[in-house]
């Protein structure tokens, strides 16, 4: 992260929102699957809490989070110093089992649980999380995950755009 982070380094939330915004049109909004949107829309009809969880830095994931209409976001969060980014993060980074462990401190928090609920991922590094739910599902996987979940026998879906 502190490689990643170094373009940011001295950026405020305001300086650097624009660029952000320019980067998710650009580059991110040609890579939304259409069908992951539609799978989306389904759990927020049925009334289902959309969380995202991603080991990307929360200043990127917040404006994805909300581009795509999910309830919660939880990422790395960053550090600054008098509102400026340090390039450093703070709190329990989301990575593999951090996840679980901000993800158990969400549901506490809201006095929720992971009865009934739907996970989906792409990667190994989610398995961790995969694990808590009802109804896990390997994603666009990467081999990893995707020799995991035929192991398992968990749902494997293949989204295109």
Not at 50 to 71: D, E, F, K, W, Y
């Amino acid at each position: 992260m502190a490689h990643n982070l170094k373009p940011i380094i001295g950026y405020t939330d305001q300086t650097l929102a624009p660029l952000i915004l320019t980067f998710i049109e650009s580059m991110i909004e040609p890579r939304i699957y259409r069908e992951g949107e539609a799978l989306l829309q389904k759990h927020k009809t049925q009334g289902d809490t959309l969380l995202l969880i991603s080991a990307t830095g929360a200043h990127l994931v917040g404006p994805i989070g909300r581009r795509l209409g999910v309830n919660a976001i939880m990422a790395i969060d960053l550090e600054k110093n008098a509102h400026c980014f340090t390039g450093n993060i703070t709190g329990i980074p989301t990575f593999r089992e951090g996840k679980v462990e901000r993800l158990q401190a969400w549901l506490q928090a809201h006095n929720a649980s992971m009865n009934d609920s739907w996970s989906y991922s792409d990667s190994f590094n989610d398995l961790p999380v995969l694990e808590q739910a009802t109804f896990p599902v390997a994603i666009n996987t990467d081999s990893t995950l995707r020799s995991i979940a035929e192991s398992r026998e968990l749902s494997i879906m293949q989204l295109n755009c």
